[in-house]
Nanobody
């Protein structure tokens, strides 16, 4: 079955960096668009970043993370990454990896994704 396993979360000070990883199995990874979402306590899950399956040329970011976060993928490792720099306390959330077999203009919607990981906690303190 399909599994997405996130790792790399942690407790860091504002201004620090973290790199999240999401290892996928049970699917033809290179044919899936991948994304990161996050959910803070008491808030709805929100889109963070997405990368297309077509060699990862297409990348999309939420305005709140643009210029600070970078999404990338290594298809040979079935892994997608989220490099997070200049972290802020408002970045504190559980971060989820997601896979879509038909990523399109609705990349920002959680409904576009077929599979989800269990999440990894990122906590940023000031």
């Amino acid at each position: 079955q399909v599994q997405l396993v996130e790792s790399g979360g942690g407790l860091v000070q504002a201004g620090s960096s973290l790199r999240l990883s999401c290892a996928a199995s049970g699917l033809t990874f290179s044919r899936y668009g991948m994304a990161w979402f996050r959910q803070a306590p008491g808030k709805e899950r929100e889109f963070v970043a997405a990368i297309g399956w077509w060699s990862g040329v297409a990348r999309y970011y939420a305005d709140s993370v643009k210029g600070r976060f970078t999404i990338s993928r290594v298809d040979a490792k079935n892994t997608v990454y989220l490099q997070m720099n200049s972290l802020k306390p408002e970045d504190t959330a559980v971060y989820y990896c997601a896979a879509s077999g038909s990523l399109s203009s609705t990349y920002h919607s959680s409904e576009s994704y077929n599979y989800w990981g269990q999440g990894t906690q990122v906590t940023v303190f000031s």
